[in-house]
């Protein structure tokens, strides 16, 4: 047999390896999604706050007791903001339900005898649809006990983890590339940081992003005396780490809240702030701070984030896109830095 046939048949082979393992590996991971979402946003929230930890360090202070002092800094940001956007939120949603439902009903109204004549039955089936949501937006006291608790054990793993990436990280990696032949220790090492390295740049982009959002809807939100102005906020800052539809639902929400709050006019106005906002953000922001991470088509970006909800939900689609911007930048390197024949081959 000739040997270009035996290499051939050797790379199917070893191509073949690879895609069962990481078949199995992706349905160990489906398998265990609390796990797999936990360890996936401490590592994120690792590449978001390492600066910080770094420049500790860089000032003296002992790496144990900086990754300490930027987890407190993460968890008690994060604990504030679930605490507005959901509990405060939650007691401000029993009172609005009523008015929502009327709102929807004057909506109803509209649709059967405006201009555009709907059947009343079918108008009245969707109408009983929607309310019946919007009755369940404010949850039961019993259900928002388990889901405080749940969330409570979620923040507290991903607390220690992200303590121990920051503190012990580069040890870990150091320790997983001794396991690494000696002749592709290179080539995984880079892998790995332009990885690391595009992560940080996604995270850190994308907050910047999302305060933006937040800013520029939260202020016309707060002008107009919306009374979940700042729910809301926090509800746009969070929708913008989901490319292409976080930023429309958040949207949608802020103008429908105000429609039923303050009634048409401000819901207009609303509606200019969050077209206006989100044109920026797609035409200007995204490009020019997180593009640069990013490097993928649009359409690559709106596969992943519909994967990623059909598999995990709504963390699914917060996973999506940096994972698949990671596991380009890590095709992208090796492509760039493949080995030389004699090293490939060498055992």
Not at 217 to 239: C, E, K, M, Q, R
Request: hydrophobic share 60%.
């Amino acid at each position: 047999m000739p040997p270009w046939t035996l290499r051939a048949l050797a790379t199917g082979a070893a191509v073949l390896v690879l895609a069962g393992v990481a078949w199995l590996g992706l349905e160990l991971l489906l398998s265990i999604p609390f796990l797999t979402v936990t360890v996936s946003v401490a590592v994120l929230l690792a590449a978001l706050v390492e600066p910080l930890a770094r420049g500790l360090c860089r000032r003296g202070i002992p790496p144990a007791v900086a990754a300490l002092a930027s987890v407190l800094f993460l968890v008690g940001t994060l604990v504030g903001a679930g605490f507005l956007i959901g509990f405060r939120a939650a007691g401000k949603l029993r009172d609005l339900t009523q008015p929502l439902a009327a709102g929807i009903d004057r909506v109803r109204v509209w649709l059967v005898e405006g201009p555009l004549q709907l059947d009343p039955q079918q108008v009245t089936e969707m109408r009983n649809a929607v309310v019946t949501q919007v009755y369940a937006l404010a949850p039961e006291p019993m259900a928002a006990a388990r889901t405080a608790l749940q969330l409570l054990a979620a923040v507290v793993l991903v607390a220690f983890l992200v303590f121990f990436l920051l503190k012990d990280g580069v040890t870990m990696w150091g320790w997983l590339l001794e396991r690494v032949p000696d002749r592709r220790r290179e080539q995984v090492d880079g892998a790995g940081r332009s990885a690391w390295s595009a992560l940080a740049r996604y995270v850190r982009g994308i907050v910047v992003v999302a305060l933006i959002d937040a800013v520029g809807i939260g202020a016309a939100l707060l002008v107009l005396g919306v009374p979940l102005w700042v729910s809301l906020t926090l509800l746009t800052f969070l929708g913008a780490f989901v490319p292409l539809f976080g930023a429309t639902v958040s949207g949608v929400v802020a103008v429908l809240v105000t429609l039923v709050t303050n009634g048409p006019t401000d819901a207009i106005v609303v509606l200019v702030v969050v077209l206006v906002v989100q044109q920026l953000e797609g035409n200007v922001l995204q490009p020019l701070i997180v593009g640069r991470a990013l490097r993928l088509h649009p359409v690559v970006v709106l596969l992943a984030v519909t994967a990623g909800t059909l598999l995990w939900g709504l963390a699914g689609a917060l996973l999506a896109t940096p994972l698949v911007a990671v596991c380009y930048q890590v095709g992208e390197h090796l492509r760039r830095h493949r080995l030389p024949p004699e090293r490939a081959v060498r055992r």
